[in-house]
């Protein structure tokens, strides 16, 4: 798969999973969370292109996280009440799964670059 692929494959499970969490605010969650909701890259894909693969994954988590907790903070301003408390504890959840999805994408990056030569790496970051 292209990184591009993968990376819609991600951002479809994120997106899934925010709407779960949104439909279900109003019940109870007894289930314990989960790990980080981020797919692995394809063993074909070239460290350089698994590197930058990686590297996006985390850029686009740690924004998805950044925006549903502002979206947190609205919601608790315009509406208060037990109902919009427990929702907006749901979300700063979901957000903080991101930030931790984000940060196992960061370590998956940091790893892919270790195994490309550093002259590489280089010239790589210097195409951008």
Same mark, same amino acid.
């Given at each position: 798969?292209?990184?591009?692929?993968?990376?819609?494959?991600?951002?479809?499970?994120?997106?899934?999973?925010?709407?779960?969490?949104?439909?279900?605010?109003?019940?109870?969650?007894?289930?314990?969370?989960?790990?980080?909701?981020?797919?692995?890259?394809?063993?074909?894909? #070239?460290?350089?292109?698994?590197?930058?693969?990686? =590297? @996006?994954? +985390?850029?686009?988590?740690?924004?998805? $996280?950044?925006?549903? /907790?502002?979206?947190?903070?609205?919601?608790?301003?315009?509406?208060?009440?037990?109902?919009?408390?427990?929702?907006?504890? #749901?979300?700063?959840?979901?957000?903080?799964?991101? =930030? @931790?999805? +984000?940060?196992?994408?960061?370590?998956? $990056?940091?790893?892919? /670059?270790?195994?490309?030569?550093?002259?590489?790496?280089?010239?790589?970051?210097?195409?951008?």
């Amino acid at each position: 798969m292209k990184p591009t692929a993968m990376h819609s494959v991600t951002l479809c499970v994120v997106l899934l999973l925010l709407v779960a969490c949104t439909m279900n605010s109003l019940a109870q969650s007894t289930a314990a969370p989960t790990g980080p909701v981020v797919t692995q890259t394809a063993s074909q894909m #070239r460290p350089s292109d698994q590197m930058f693969y990686w =590297h @996006e994954e +985390a850029r686009e988590l740690h924004s998805m $996280a950044m925006h549903t /907790e502002q979206e947190a903070e609205l919601v608790l301003k315009q509406q208060s009440g037990p109902t919009t408390e427990e929702f907006v504890k #749901r979300m700063r959840s979901f957000a903080y799964r991101l =930030h @931790e999805a +984000a940060k196992y994408a960061d370590a998956q $990056a940091q790893q892919m /670059e270790q195994n490309i030569s550093p002259h590489r790496i280089e010239r790589l970051y210097s195409k951008q």
